[in-house]
Nanobody
Framework: VQLQASGGGLVQAGGSLRLSCAAS????????VGWFRQAPGKEREFVSS????????NTADFVKGRFTISRDNAKNTVYLQMNSLKPEDTAIYYC?????????????WGQGTQVTVSS
């Protein structure tokens, strides 16, 4: 089982990045996938999640209108399009997957990708 997050980098405030989360080793299309982030010295926080078919999306208030989650089950990949980036978006971004929507805990986690937004 593997979740590979990629697409992070250094960008100026106001810029955009698209993160990808490529899955392998499990039936990706039957799992809900979420993005989380952790900034230095802070706890990990939820960013956004998407249901198996893509019809149900949850997004944290602090990124609504700026970040968009999507998925392509044919490619076993979930994306996070991040626009209008702010310095406070700087963090390591992780993707995770869970089989049961109702359970709070995610079953699998990726290794994270660093996003740095300069002012």
């Amino acid at each position: 089982v593997q979740l590979q997050a990629s697409g992070g980098g250094l960008v100026q405030a106001g810029g955009s990045l698209r993160l990808s989360c490529a899955a392998s080793g499990f039936t990706f299309s039957t799992y809900r996938v979420g993005w989380f982030r952790q900034a230095p010295g802070k706890e990990r926080e939820f960013v956004s999640s998407i249901s198996r078919g893509g019809g149900n999306i949850n997004t944290a208030d602090f990124v609504k209108g700026r970040f968009t989650i999507s998925r392509d089950n044919a490619k076993n990949t979930v994306y996070l399009q991040m626009n209008s980036l702010k310095p406070e978006d700087t963090a390591i971004y992780y993707c995770a997957a869970k089989r049961d929507y109702a359970q709070p805990k995610y079953d699998y986690w990726g290794q994270g990708t660093q996003v740095t937004v300069s002012s």
